[in-house]
C-alpha cells in the first residue's frame, strides 16, 4: 500500500483559509479526506479519483472546500475556504481501491494517514 502523510493543518480564525497536502508514495485509484472531532465520529469531508472526474462533498463542506489532485506529485489537495470552528478537527487523508462505490464511508478506504490538525477560532 501506498504510504500517505498529510500536511497544512494549522490554527486559524474563523473566515480564513488552509490548504491541505496529502502525498502518496505512487499512484492511487481514489483518495478521500475525513476528519474527526474529539468525541466524535469520522466523518467524510470529500473524495476525489485519480482522473479527477469523480468528486463528491459533504453537505456541511460544499461551496468552501475544494478537493483536487496532481497526479505528477501524487499528491491530493484540500483547500479550505471560509472556515468555521466546527470544521476544527484532525483531518485523515485516505485512499481505496476501484469498488464501484461512490466512496463516501470510511469502510471503503483501505490506507489511512496519521492526520493533520485543523483548529478554527471564534
Known amino acids: 500500500q501506498a504510504q500517505l502523510e498529510e500536511s497544512g493543518g494549522g490554527l486559524v480564525q474563523a473566515g480564513g483559509s488552509l490548504r491541505l497536502s496529502c502525498v502518496a508514495s505512487?499512484?492511487?485509484?481514489?483518495t478521500g479526506w475525513f476528519r474527526q472531532a474529539p468525541g466524535k465520529e469520522r466523518e467524510f469531508v470529500a473524495t476525489?479519483?485519480?482522473?479527477?472526474?469523480?468528486?463528491y462533498y459533504a453537505d456541511s463542506v460544499k461551496g468552501r472546500f475544494i478537493i483536487s489532485r496532481d497526479n505528477a506529485k501524487n499528491t491530493v489537495y484540500l483547500q479550505m475556504n471560509s472556515l468555521k470552528p466546527e470544521d476544527t478537527a484532525v483531518y485523515h487523508c485516505?485512499?481505496?481501491?476501484?469498488?464501484?462505490?461512490?466512496?463516501?464511508?470510511?469502510?471503503?478506504?483501505?490506507?489511512w494517514g496519521q492526520g493533520t490538525q485543523v483548529t478554527v477560532s471564534s
Open positions: 505512487r499512484r492511487t485509484y481514489a
Open positions: 476525489i479519483i485519480w482522473s479527477g472526474e469523480s468528486i
Open positions: 485516505a485512499t481505496r481501491p476501484w469498488s464501484g462505490l461512490q466512496g463516501l464511508t470510511a469502510a471503503e478506504y483501505d490506507n
